[in-house]
């Protein structure tokens, strides 16, 4: 079945688990005194905006801050591509230091992104400690022994498929598809 494409989520699927990961994340936080969001640029700025979003809306929590953070210098493969990569904006504007910080992206695939974000965020200070938050976990794919702490869903895809996540913000569609290339 050679450039299939195959929903994974529909829009009401991923609503659902935006709901439990909010759950998990009021359970294991609290108040959010103590802890800050952190989306790791682009893809993971749609799933923390919407988690930010529901957790001050449906569940009352007062503040939850928000930063963006740009990995792209700090990838281990940053010298490797042919063409130039695009830049994102890191937009941090509140302490790390001895914060919980919860790095949150879209797919955890093989764990390189998340390394680059555990080097870039020292920048900021050093957090108490850092969890993870991924709407799909691609668990067979790893290259590095990095695990997420909370996960929408886990997806056992092969090397040569993809799993791609659009939303309603840039794709006109909350979906999660996985597509042969």
């Known amino acids: 079945m050679e450039g299939y494409k195959k929903q994974l989520l529909s829009a009401k699927e991923i609503d659902v688990i935006l709901h439990r990961l909010a759950c998990e994340l009021i359970e294991n936080h609290g108040d959010f005194s103590q802890t800050v969001f952190v989306g790791i640029q682009p893809r993971g700025t749609y799933l923390a905006q919407r988690l930010v979003r529901l957790l001050q809306g449906d569940y009352g929590v007062a503040d939850v801050p928000l930063g963006l953070l740009d990995i792209t210098f700090f990838r281990d493969d940053f010298r490797r591509s042919a063409k130039p990569l695009q830049a994102n904006t890191t937009a941090i504007d509140f302490i790390v230091e001895d914060k919980k910080v919860v790095f949150i992206d879209d797919v955890l695939y093989t764990g390189r992104s998340i390394r680059s974000a555990l080097t870039a965020i020292q920048s900021f200070g050093r957090p108490s400690e850092i969890e993870l938050l991924v709407l799909i976990d ?44």
């Open 138 to 181: 691609r668990r067979f794919s790893r290259h590095l022994p990095i695990q997420p702490d909370y996960k929408g869903r886990q997806v056992d895809a092969i090397n040569e498929e993809r799993v791609v996540v659009h939303w309603q913000e840039t794709q006109g569609e909350d979906a999660v598809y996985v597509i042969d290339k």
